[in-house]
């Protein structure tokens, strides 16, 4: 059975899951790296962008399931860029360079059409203006039987959330408090019951928190 | 040095210290007692309130702290009970039957006069219209040298975080989402800044968080 998954999404204590004011100089907005340093001292981040090192603990066991039995991606637009509205051009191929770490389909929602984007080392963005049930029946039919993994923004995570479509959630509390940006939490009272719930923290000071959906 | 310090305050990851609609049968409004689980199972809470019995973990160990070396309780008027405006009459006299579990001054900040109260077992109640400052002025000069704790609820507990008048801040993440209620964090952007932080998981599943101000 294909499974639906997040991974490594990163909130603050009063739940927000990025800042104020994203932009081209500031993907998380005003939470700057606060909600991600635990993240990218990982040997899986630094693996993920073709360097070596980092470290290999707690934090790393759990960034490194990111990608494990992965056969698809679903995104939010202000995850694959900064801009908003109508495509200006079509310059912007997403925030990771020419081989981006996603290696499979990875399906952006957008309003907005544009003609799909393929790179190097199997990543193909294709551009998709669907509710969350109609990208996923899109996802799963790109990903060969394997799991699809919602990738993030908030808003997307959040979405998929409220129409009971996650199997699998890991999130990391970060002890930061942002005071504003985008909410993950919003309109999903009571959401713990339709999880079981396991909590760790690390020598990082995040915890993880784990939701695997009751059977 | 006299410090001000919190103790075993629960909140959401949606970041609420309390529910929507309290009331004289649902203290907590509808979070019903979804917060304080973990609590009512220690030691601790059991000895507070005259029983015997109870786990002795991790999760006892912190709320045992509560109440060493403390000399006063500077509490919040919807902590004491669940009226508004002004008192109809002075019969209800907090949840905590004749003998609270305090043996101390508390301070209950409130605009509505009220003559104080003398309880059994060592616990009195004034009642005190004052900003933070002026009522940890009062408080401190009744604690007799020894600390001072800031009972809740969460909006009096927010008051004395902006006001930067918290040493010692011990707050509870519990991994349910209510969605509304009364929030903890509002207004507190970058709290972490002023505080040294530690965490702890415990098998109830909820993660004790230490904030300790940095000297």
Do not use: C
Request: aromatic residues 10%.
């Amino acid at each position: 059975m294909s499974l639906v998954r997040v991974h490594n999404f990163s909130v603050s204590l009063d739940g927000y899951g990025t800042g104020e004011g994203q932009s081209l100089d500031a993907p998380f907005g005003h939470a700057a790296d606060r909600l991600h340093r635990w993240f990218f001292g990982t040997r899986a981040f630094r693996r993920m962008h073709g360097d070596e090192g980092g470290e290999a603990g707690v934090d790393d066991a759990m960034a490194r399931a990111w990608g494990d039995g992965i056969g698809a991606e679903i995104m939010g637009r202000n995850k694959f860029g900064p801009q908003r509205g109508p495509w200006e051009d079509h310059e912007w191929q997403g925030w990771w360079g020419p081989e981006p770490p996603f290696h499979t389909p990875v399906f952006v929602l957008t309003h907005h059409p544009r003609p799909r984007l393929e790179m190097a080392g199997g990543t193909t963005f294709h551009f998709l203006a669907a509710e969350p049930e109609e990208a996923l029946r899109r996802a799963r039919a790109a990903a060969g039987g394997l799991d699809v993994r919602i990738g993030g923004g908030p808003s997307t995570v959040r979405a998929f959330l409220a129409a009971d479509l996650i199997d699998h959630l890991h999130v990391v509390v970060v002890p930061v408090v942002l005071g504003r940006g985008v909410p993950l939490w919003d309109g999903l009272e009571g959401l713990e019951q339709r999880f079981r719930t396991e909590s760790v923290t690390t020598p990082s000071g995040v915890t993880h928190l784990t939701f695997t959906r009751r059977t």
